[in-house]
């Protein structure tokens, strides 16, 4: 009887956890997609429509002109590295970083959303800002 209740307890908390880890996934693939200058890799954890934010310019596309736009971008600046400086989830679950990208001829600093829509964790909002 013993053995059931702690094959129960450690099956809660993984389904639990299970969550979490979802967001993990997602923030550590865009990282390395950002650092790669990889516009195809970071889509693939875009929203359906995403708020892309370039030094002052706001626009929501969708995930195709997302892909152009990112992959014009790093053409701009090509990516020397991206690093996250804080992570943080508010009590709705939404999940806010904020990075570092490095470029060769500077460094953005990159605000990033990431909400959970329909049981996935997606990037929602994209912002890189000239330091």
Do not use: C, W
Request: aromatic share 14%; net charge positive; charged share 25%.
């Amino acid at each position: 009887m013993r053995t059931n209740n702690y094959a129960l307890t450690a099956l809660f908390f993984l389904l639990i956890s299970s969550g979490g880890y979802a967001q993990v996934e997602v923030m550590a693939n865009a990282q390395l997609a950002i650092k790669a200058g990889n516009a195809e890799g970071l889509v693939k954890h875009f929203n359906d429509s995403v708020e892309l934010n370039f030094i002052d310019e706001k626009k929501n596309y969708s995930k195709t002109q997302a892909e152009f736009v990112l992959r014009d971008f790093f053409s701009k600046y090509p990516a020397v590295d991206f690093q996250y400086d804080h992570k943080t989830t508010s009590r709705g679950g939404l999940r806010f970083t904020i990075g570092t990208y490095t470029h060769k001829q500077g460094k953005f600093r990159v605000h990033m959303l990431i909400k959970q829509s329909n049981g996935k964790y997606i990037i929602d909002l994209l912002d890189f800002t000239e330091e």
